[in-house]
């Protein structure tokens, strides 16, 4: 699958933040289940006034799951891992973050902020990490988001130290 290419009927999510907007395209085929899952959290509103909580400069920037005092938001249930999907994890894909249950991806998500293949899916040890869209404008902004200084609040790491808040999601097309 060419990862350039746009998917046919890709819908649009822009995501308004604190540091500037960003526009993903999802891929429905590629990852169905995954992309029904997001776009029903940015249809509810869900992410609105979540921040990116975990900021890890050339690795990746993770939001989509906690308040601006730290505070988990009430996700549903996990969905399945459709990594094995063709998309790789490279500079600017959006993934959905999980735990070491390859099964529990929820509402977090993360762009991946250089190449990190290591994260794709290679065999039953390696389940990887379902890519789900692309950043197809305002890499910028996450680049910017990856630079901010970060600390250590409670049990996160890589926290920003001023939060970035994703103020508003929605689908544009």
């Known amino acids: 699958m060419n990862q350039d290419a746009a ?13 500037g907007s960003i526009v993903l395209e ?16 940015v249809n509810e509103g869900f992410y609105d006034g ?19 005092d730290m505070q988990p938001k009430a996700a549903r249930e996990p969905i399945i891992n459709e990594a094995r999907n ?7 894909t959006v993934t959905m973050a999980r735990t070491s249950d390859p099964n529990s991806a ?7 902020h250089r190449d990190n293949t290591f994260l794709d899916a290679a065999d039953e040890q390696n389940p990887g990490y379902t890519v789900f869209g692309k950043t197809i404008e305002g890499l910028d902004v996450a680049d910017t988001i990856a630079s901010v200084p ?18 508003r999601a929605q689908v544009i097309d």
């Open 26 to 41: 999802l891929d429905p085929q590629a990852a169905p289940v995954t992309c029904e899952n997001f776009l029903r959290y």
């Open 86 to 92: 063709g998309l790789s994890n490279r500079c600017g």
């Open 150 to 167: 970060t600390t250590s609040k409670g049990p996160y790491e890589d926290v920003p130290i001023e939060p970035v808040v994703i103020h």
């Open 106 to 112: 929820t509402s977090q998500f993360f762009i991946n």
């Open 50 to 68: 979540t921040i990116f909580h975990r900021v890890i400069k050339d690795f990746m920037v993770q939001g989509g799951g906690l308040t601006c």
């Open 7 to 19: 998917p046919p009927h890709a819908p649009r999510v822009r995501l308004e933040t604190s540091a």
